[in-house]
């Protein structure tokens, strides 16, 4: 009875196919669980963070603060915080370079030894200094705090987040220490020389943010320099993205929205007002230019388009479609970016 068997070419050439399609795919797969950890990582610190400024204004001790020393300390009180460095010595808490943009320019490296104060973040009109910490989860950041910071002891709208602008890497001193990577941004909407937090179709981007809403009577005395047409909710949302980006034409349009959508969409045919179905979410795309996702995984993002005194224009991003929308001013949902000089 004859028996058969693979010759020892048939498998060596089998391995060699083996050897091949593991040489591709391998580091795409190890590249996209280090994309996911890093998401993650972001996501629970990011959650912490708020759950601890939330809990600051609840208690009436998230402002009034001159510097940014004094707002570290009483944070510590509620997010854990194994190493506080001064202005002099913030190298001991954080790396000294690192690569900050994305979108279609390449990551610049910047020299952190000359980011010493909130000016460097892109918050020319906070005046403060940044100070360095480490995080008992692993984390280290640069922290500077906003003095006009508000709170409100009775409202549960205030996230606190609009009180500081934050570089913080997921890895600590592990690199790549690259921002949408490992390193991530709260307000901060640039770094040093690097305006940019991402550039895309020759448009200069600062860092997505959660905006914190004004008042209609703020909104009134605010609407002329700001080129606000009409004012009507307490807690208009819009208007504080407009008033943290410095006016309506400081706010991208509605076109400039879809050119973060054919980007993060990896598409070219989406227009300034236009649905699209059929299409993936690339979320290494929307973490890379640090896009905070919600519970359903998508997002939304404020244009400086006006419709009226309670509506403005802004784009949904979901998991397989984007749709523009004439949204209620007063919604907390989107997310605002502003266009840097």
């Known amino acids: 009875m004859k028996k058969g068997g693979f010759t020892l070419a048939e498998v060596l050439i089998t391995l060699a196919i083996i050897g091949v399609v593991a040489a591709i795919t391998i580091p795409t797969l190890v590249s996209n669980y280090k994309q996911r950890a890093w998401d993650t990582a972001s996501t629970v610190f990011e959650r912490k963070l708020e759950e601890s400024l939330k809990a600051m204004n609840a208690q009436q001790t998230l402002a009034g603060y001159r510097n940014t020393a004094d707002f570290v ?114 307000n901060v909407n640039s770094l040093g020389n690097s305006k940019c937090a991402f550039e895309l179709g ?79 979410l690339d979320y290494n795309n929307v973490a890379e230019l640090s896009f905070t996702l919600n519970l359903t995984s998508a997002f939304s993002v404020w244009s400086g388009e006006e419709y009226g005194s309670y509506i403005a224009y802004d784009r949904y991003f979901f998991s397989f479609n984007t749709r523009w929308n004439n949204d209620s001013r007063g919604n907390s949902d989107p997310q605002a970016v502003c266009l840097v000089d």
């Open 73 to 186: 300390s009483e944070l510590s009180k509620h997010f854990k915080i194994t190493r506080i460095c001064k202005n002099d010595d913030l190298m001991s808490c954080f790396e000294d370079k690192v690569w900050w943009g994305a979108g279609d320019a390449d990551p610049e490296e910047v020299d952190m030894t000359n980011i010493k104060t909130a000016s460097n973040f892109g918050q020319e009109d906070w005046d403060t200094d940044i100070i360095g910490v480490q995080f008992a989860n692993g984390t280290t950041g640069l922290v500077a705090y906003n003095p006009d910071c508000t709170q409100n002891p009775y409202s549960n709208q205030v996230t606190g987040t609009s009180c500081l602008a934050m570089l913080y890497d997921t890895d600590g001193f592990k690199n790549p220490n690259t921002s949408g990577k490992d390193l991530r941004g709260i």
């Open 202 to 280: 020759g448009t200069c981007f600062g860092a997505p943010f959660y905006p914190t809403p004004i008042t209609k009577a703020e909104c009134q005395q605010l609407k002329g320099s700001l080129g606000i047409k009409a004012c009507y909710y307490d807690f208009d949302y819009w208007a504080g993205a407009v008033k943290a980006c410095g006016g309506v034409s400081k706010m991208p349009t509605m076109a400039q929205l879809a050119e973060i959508a054919n980007y993060v969409y990896n598409t070219s045919g989406i227009g300034a007002k236009e649905n699209v179905a059929s299409l993936t």
